[in-house]
């Protein structure tokens, strides 16, 4: 009687959690109260809406500058637009334009299931259509930043669309199933055994699709010729640490790896501000040109 008690509470439990991590209600989600235009950035910019192909409405922002160059920016996991505006800073005063992407179930985007790019991809792609299609914007001159799920996003995004000419991927994790033993430590202050299995359980049951169909690894092969920049650091208690190795690993040439063992899970913009504008913006710099033009 007590077993049974007791793999009913664990089971209770475990269904509970895999339902507050694949949701974020509109109620209890972190929503922006600042704008680019706020200190300490003080950037230009426009609302922007899309509405993605379901028919869910997506809220974001566009940086514009005097340039034909342009970066999606991605959010990570239940994040919100707000987080992104250092990096949008960062590439906005080397001359990019910026579009601040925000998928559904964040921010003040309709939905509140999330699907970690089983159906967000297609919010991606009416954010991406809206941006390359601004004035000014040049199709070929377009790269992509993604951090923690907004990198695995990005990542499987720019495989299957070659109109992004180089990705930048901080924080991604490589899998789901790579990376659910520290998430769920993290997340829910459970032990990875036995809860992890049982959260996949109930999760892959509400979501409608296996852990395994979420694996960044088999989406970056397919990027190559053209350049990613994989970050990962040491002290990320968020996604496995050993998530940018893999990534790096099963990335196709030209490729970088930059790994810093003291840094945690979205903090190079943070913790290395000057090394992280260095790196990132020479990166942009030297792969996002116009059709013909000779590789600097």
Not at 272 to 294: K, S, T
Request: hydrophobic residues 40%; negative net charge; proline residues 6%.
């Amino acid at each position: 009687m007590v077993l049974v008690a007791g793999a009913a509470g664990t089971a209770y439990v475990t269904k509970a959690e895999a339902h507050r991590l694949l949701t974020n209600p509109a109620a209890t989600r972190l929503v922006s109260v600042k704008t680019p235009a706020d200190a300490p950035w003080h950037l230009p910019y426009e609302d922007a809406t899309v509405t993605s192909s379901d028919g869910t409405t997506l809220r974001g922002w566009f940086v514009p500058a005097d340039s034909s160059k342009l970066i999606l920016v991605q959010h990570g996991y239940k994040d919100r637009l707000q987080s992104m505006l250092g990096v949008a800073d960062v590439l906005h005063r080397h001359g990019y334009q910026v579009m601040l992407m925000c998928v559904r179930g964040h921010d003040r985007s309709d939905g509140d299931l999330l699907s970690f790019g089983m159906r967000e991809m297609p919010d991606i792609e009416a954010w991406s259509a809206y941006a390359l299609h601004r004035p000014g914007v040049d199709p070929s001159e377009v790269g992509m930043f993604g951090v923690s799920m907004g990198g695995s996003l990005a990542i499987q995004y720019t495989a299957s669309h070659p109109e992004i000419r180089a990705l930048v991927a901080d924080s991604a994790f490589s899998s789901l199933n790579d990376t659910i033993d520290t998430s769920v430590r993290f997340f829910t202050g459970l032990p990875p055994f036995p809860f992890g299995p049982m959260i996949r359980f109930w999760a892959e049951r509400e979501g409608g699709f296996p852990a395994s169909s979420v694996d960044a690894k088999q989406w970056i092969g397919r990027i190559s010729p053209r350049p990613v920049l994989i970050m990962q650091g040491g002290a990320d208690q968020v996604v496995s640490k050993t998530s940018g190795q893999k990534l790096f690993d099963a990335a196709g040439e030209p490729k970088e790896f930059w790994f810093e063992p003291l840094v945690g899970h979205g903090e190079f913009l943070k913790m290395m501000p000057g090394e992280f504008e260095r790196r990132v913006v020479n990166f942009f710099d030297a792969n996002i040109q116009r059709d013909g033009d000779e590789r600097r």
